[in-house]
């Protein structure tokens, strides 16, 4: 265990680089969206968020592990774990919802301040909406 405790600082950098990748490439692929590019259509374009996404969670579970709190037992994470979920959501809808450009940009913002709420979450181990 203490050996796993070692390994904290080096996997928390991998869970905040693929958090960043994840954003990043929600970003990216947003913007390439919104402007009907071709690129969209692309293999690793569709593929690569469903490999970063889960590559995240798994740090995400990794680190829960090593500082022994979990989601639906401790507030902040519960907390922190339903902010990730509306961030999902949110970018699923504005990637793939019928509807229009505004609606779109709106839940990508949305989106976007989820993953700011998390952050907030992940620094200050503290519950708000639960809390």
């Known amino acids: 265990m203490e050996t796993l ?10 869970h905040l680089t ?13 913007v390439l969206h919104m402007r009907q590019s071709p690129i969209m ?3 690793l374009v ?3 968020p469903h490999v970063i996404d889960t590559l995240l969670l798994l740090s995400g579970l990794t680190l829960c592990f090593i500082i022994k709190q979990y989601p639906f ?3 902040w994470l519960t907390e922190k774990f339903t902010a990730v979920i509306a961030y999902i959501i ?5 990637l793939k919802a019928n509807k229009g450009k505004l609606f779109k ?12 709420y998390a952050a907030k979450l992940a620094m200050f181990k503290q519950a708000v909406l639960m809390g």
């Open 5 to 14: 405790n070692s390994l904290y600082p080096a996997i928390k950098h991998v």
């Open 18 to 30: 693929f958090i960043a990748a994840s954003v990043l490439f929600f970003l990216v692929r947003f």
């Open 41 to 43: 259509d692309k293999k």
């Open 46 to 48: 569709k593929i690569a």
């Open 73 to 75: 037992i401790d507030p």
């Open 90 to 94: 949110l970018a699923t809808i504005s």
């Open 105 to 116: 940009v709106f839940a990508a913002l949305g989106a976007i301040a989820w993953v700011v």
